[in-house]
């Protein structure tokens, strides 16, 4: 559960994966914060390796493993980024790795994973069938199955955001942090809590992937339909491990629309030349829709940075004909 990951497996994570991946950039967002009015800070995980934080759990928990169960290769099921990272830390181990995604997974995501070497089964519906069927081939092959977001090598290597925020300012108050299935949130919360208590912790979803949010809100486990979304690595289930983790990480959940998830993609993008995807973006819609109770200076996370150009294309061409209007 939550307390199973301390400030000290955060620590030691953070020296294993020193030169491993890259200590992201915290900007401060000049143009963001006058539409804010707050003062805001972006840290980078969108230029990450892999374009993403996911990288960060991922090479953690396989470096963890004793070697002969590595030597096995490993198995998971992602939305893409945590597959993207899966792919870079197995082809540096020389292990193979096989992943399952969600048809819909975009396509950014799929051909990084390919270009690592890795196995790809693209056959699932939705992230949670692709989730079944991973743990299903894991135990038929006897290879390591790798949760996206439960483990606490994995929980702890995503925390090592949180680390480096710190150091990068120290005086932070606030952070919003995108939560899916709560691996980085728990990791983050866990370094924060123990190290930084005083930090609030906002966690932002869109309304099409909110199952933390209604499962907070209902003190149970919510099933959540499965629907399109922007914010495709936030998608699919939580489970009560994932519940415990947002009713001690998070000071508050926020949700917002699809559409103010396409104007924040907009806004990093012109403003502040920052390449967003759906998911990385709902920090910035829940500080810009101002459904986000903050105290400056705020940090948001940027988790990642893999969208199709198209999408990325359409959601400016939006901004560009409204303008012409």
């Known amino acids: 559960m939550f307390a199973d990951v301390t400030a000290a497996d955060v620590r030691r994570a953070a020296e294993r994966l020193r030169g491993v991946v890259r200590r992201t950039e915290l900007r401060r967002a000049t143009r963001l914060s006058a539409r804010a009015r707050h003062d805001v800070w972006l840290k980078l995980e969108n230029d990450q390796l892999t374009g993403s934080f996911k990288i960060r759990g991922a090479y953690n928990a396989i470096a963890s493993l004793p070697s002969e169960l590595r030597a096995r290769g490993v198995v998971t099921a992602s939305a893409g980024n945590h597959g993207r990272g899966v792919a870079l830390a197995t082809e540096r181990f020389g292990v193979p790795a096989t992943i399952f995604v969600p ?3 975009p396509r950014v995501k799929i051909e990084g994973m390919r270009a690592c070497g890795a196995t790809i089964d693209a056959e699932s519906a939705h992230y949670d069938e692709a989730h079944a069927r991973a743990i299903a081939f894991a135990d038929a092959s006897g290879m390591v199955y790798l949760d996206p977001c439960v483990g606490g090598p994995l929980v702890a290597g995503q925390g090592t955001v949180a680390l480096e ?10 952070v ?26 906002i966690g932002a ?23 399109p979304t922007l914010a495709d690595g936030l998608a699919g289930a939580i489970d009560e491990h994932g519940l415990d983790v947002g009713r001690h990480a998070l000071d508050e959940m926020v949700t917002v629309e699809e559409s103010q998830i396409a104007d924040a993609i907009r806004v990093l993008a012109l403003d502040e030349k920052v390449t967003a995807e759906g998911s990385g973006a709902v920090g910035v819609a829940a500080l810009l829709t101002g459904s ?18 198209d999408v990325l294309d359409d959601i400016l061409q939006g901004e560009r004909e409204a303008k012409e209007e």
Not at 169 to 174: E, F, H, I, K, T
Not at 211 to 220: C, I, K, N, P, T
Not at 292 to 309: F, Y
């Open 103 to 105: 048809r819909t997974a």
């Open 205 to 227: 979803q869109s309304v099409a992937t909110d199952a933390m949010a209604r499962s907070l809100a209902a003190g149970r486990v919510v099933d959540i339909p499965v629907v």
């Open 292 to 309: 986000a109770r903050v105290v400056d200076p705020v940090v948001v996370v940027i988790s990642g940075g893999n969208i199709d150009e």
């Open 165 to 174: 925020i710190v150091e990068q300012l120290p005086d932070v108050q606030s």
């Open 176 to 201: 919003i942090v995108p939560v899916g299935g709560g691996g980085l949130v728990g990791g983050m919360g866990a370094f924060l809590r123990a190290t930084a208590p005083s930090v609030r912790i």
